[in-house]
């Protein structure tokens, strides 16, 4: 998450977008090449060919666009694609991109073959738009010279480079900036065995002696996300060293996890506010997503990005065309009973 943001989404231990403490181990934790990429299978071999392919022609490959959720991995794929292409990595951002200045500075001092990541993409300001679409397509960078009916725009070839966008939220794009990516990988959420693989992965680079039943455990409550699974692992570790004789066992694990409010399905406190506001003052639904956000004191775009593609996944709500409706299971998980002629 950029700077210069509101802190929406820094809720607590399984929030999935990176704290501090996150960033500070990253470039521990993250898989360098794509072969150490746990998971997403499709998405890996998809990308695999992508990048052979240019490889063997000898030019860029094709801008990739990677859309998903937060903490699923779409930075460390931009930073496997430089890796395996043995180019180097220029990051920049949305919201640091707030006039077109701000991008042709950036665009203009690219290298040949360089890979250009922007996060969130979504964010750019409107007028550096333009600006990407030409630069993506031909090479160049339209730079305005003067002001008012005088101006005059100077085109200025810029080194071929490879663009990799990335963003929660790929509906926002526009469609002539879609439509520009080669290339658009959906990062979805993690199977348990992955997520198990990558909670072993992170424990042995970590020097954490961690059980397998523990392991099961921390990914089973890791809402599918590889971010929220590394942070519980550092969480569990640390309750052993401080409250357990350090054995990281399974025992341990839940305690540390229920510590945490992280629930048996990993469901966090936003996560069982939306699901306790769905149900005890909205009946179950529907209700519209941002009634439901304002009952829960968060933003529209926090509910519909960080809880909600979770808790539809998990099968405890459904988006309806009349607005957000609870299931039988929300109804059970939450030990509630459902009144007569609830929604579901
Ligand atoms: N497929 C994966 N295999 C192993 N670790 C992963 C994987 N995807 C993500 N991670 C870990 O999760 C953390 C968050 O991933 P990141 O790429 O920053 O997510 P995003 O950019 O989508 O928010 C990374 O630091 C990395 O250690
Ligand atoms: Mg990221």
Redesign the pocket.
């Known amino acids: 998450m950029s700077d210069n943001e509101p802190d929406l989404y820094e809720r607590g231990v399984v929030s999935?977008e990176?704290g501090a403490d996150?960033r500070a181990l990253?470039g521990a934790?993250?898989?360098r090449m794509l072969e150490d990429?746990?998971?997403?299978d499709r998405v890996r071999e998809q990308l695999s060919l992508v990048l052979r392919g240019a490889q063997s022609r000898g030019r860029a490959p094709d801008h990739v666009l990677m859309s998903?959720g937060?903490?699923?991995?779409?930075?460390?794929?931009a930073m496997i694609i430089a890796n395996e292409l043995g180019a180097p990595l220029r990051i920049t951002s949305g919201p640091a991109i707030e006039r077109s200045g701000d991008l042709a500075a950036v665009l203009s001092t690219l290298q040949e073959g360089e890979v250009l990541f922007l996060d969130e993409i979504h964010r750019m300001a409107r007028p550096a738009e333009e600006m990407l679409y030409v630069a993506m397509e031909d090479f160049r960078v339209d730079v305005v010279v003067g002001k008012g009916p005088g101006a005059t725009a100077i085109p200025l070839d810029i080194a071929p480079f490879t663009l990799v966008g990335?963003t929660t939220r790929a509906g926002l794009l526009p469609a002539p900036l879609r439509d520009r990516f080669g290339f658009t990988a959906h990062?979805d959420f993690y199977r348990p065995e992955d997520l198990e693989t990558?909670v072993r992965?992170?424990a042995g680079l970590l020097g954490v002696d961690l059980a397998p039943d523990a392991a099961q455990e921390v990914a089973r409550r890791s809402r599918g996300t590889?971010?929220i699974a590394?942070r519980l692992l550092r969480r569990v570790r640390d309750y052993a060293e401080v409250r357990g004789d350090g054995t990281l066992d399974r025992a341990t694990a839940r305690a540390a996890l229920s510590l945490y409010e992280v629930d048996e399905l990993g469901l966090d406190r936003l996560d069982r506010a939306v699901l306790d506001a769905l149900l005890r003052r909205f009946r179950g639904g529907p209700v519209g997503l941002s009634t439901l956000a304002v009952s829960v004191g968060e933003e529209p775009e926090t509910v519909e990005v960080v809880a909600e593609p979770f808790l539809v996944r998990a099968g405890f709500m459904a988006r309806t065309p009349r607005g957000r409706v609870a299931t039988p299971r929300a109804w059970e998980h939450m030990g509630l009973t459902p009144p007569d002629g609830a929604a579901g």
Request: proline share 14%.
């Open positions: 999935p990176a996150d990253d934790l993250r898989p990429f746990v998971g997403q998903g937060p903490g699923l991995g779409k930075t460390t794929l990335a990062v990558i992965r992170s590889p971010r590394n």
